[in-house]
T-cell receptor, first 116, second 113 residues
Framework: GAVVSQHPSWVICKSGTSVKIECRSL??????MFWYRQFPKQSLMLMAT?????????EQGVEKDKFLINHASLTLSTLTVTSAHPEDSSFYIC????????????FGDGTRLSIL | GIQVEQSPPDLILQEGANSTLRCNFS?????LQWFHQNPWGQLINLFY???GTKQNGRLSATTVATERYSLLYISSSQTTDSGVYFC???????????????FGQGTILTVHP
């Protein structure tokens, strides 16, 4: 089946640090990848849609200068949390789809980000 | 945007019991997926079921797209079934966010031995 790898799985860093999270589709080409955020005891909320070779589309209320997304190839999207602060601490999870019509999304295992 | 409601919000079962989880959505969908999120946060894809019925072992799901709901059935529940069950739908809206999923609030299932 389709496999999506997300790295790192856990990050603890100081306030002000920038953190990069990678999302890779291992066995298929992902024209579209998505980034979600989940706070404790809440559901997943879409942050942005990442299309290969074009700028990401951000959901309302998500700061594009804070959360930089790059989708440079059909198998890799990265999310960089710039100058992270404690309120950015959350569980970040990516997904990928082949982009064809009516295709399921395949999710990575998530990254738990803790900013001290 | 599309609204997704799941019920019940919490469910406590004894091992061996059966249960039904419901997902209502407010508009037509071209994608519906059921997930189980384990205690480590991993989302396990249970079903891709925008319409029809599917079964996988003790789990089965039915989506009635015309009536805008989906049901997840768990039979002979086990303690390892505990966790949060999410329903997520895609409404096929166009543009650069095509294919995005909207998640329900989830059902927290606890199965006691």
């Amino acid at each position: 089946g389709a496999v999506v790898s997300q790295h790192p799985s856990w990050v603890i860093c100081k306030s002000g640090t920038s953190v990069k999270i990678e999302c890779r589709s291992l066995d298929f080409q992902a024209t579209t990848m998505f980034w979600y955020r989940q706070f404790p005891k809440q559901s997943l909320m879409l942050m942005a849609t990442s299309n290969e070779g074009s700028k990401a589309t951000y959901e309302q209320g998500v700061e594009k200068d804070k959360f930089l997304i790059n989708h440079a190839s059909l198998t890799l999207s990265t999310l960089t949390v710039t100058s992270a602060h404690p309120e950015d601490s959350s569980f970040y999870i990516c997904s990928a789809t082949r982009g064809w019509i009516n295709q399921p999304q395949h999710f990575g295992d998530g990254t738990r980000l803790s900013i001290l | 945007g599309i609204q997704v409601e799941q019920s019940p919000p919490d469910l406590i079962l004894q091992e061996g019991a059966n249960s039904t989880l419901r997902c209502n959505f407010s508009d037509s969908v071209n994608n519906l997926q059921w997930f189980h999120q384990n205690p480590w946060g991993q989302l396990i894809n249970l079903f891709y079921i925008p319409s029809g019925t599917k079964q996988n072992g003790r789990l089965s799901a039915t989506t009635v797209a015309t009536e805008r709901y989906s049901l997840l059935y768990i039979s002979s529940s086990q303690t390892t079934d505990s966790g949060v069950y999410f329903c997520a739908v895609g409404d096929g809206a166009g543009g650069t966010s095509y294919g995005k999923l909207t998640f329900g609030q989830g059902t927290i299932l606890t199965v006691h031995p």
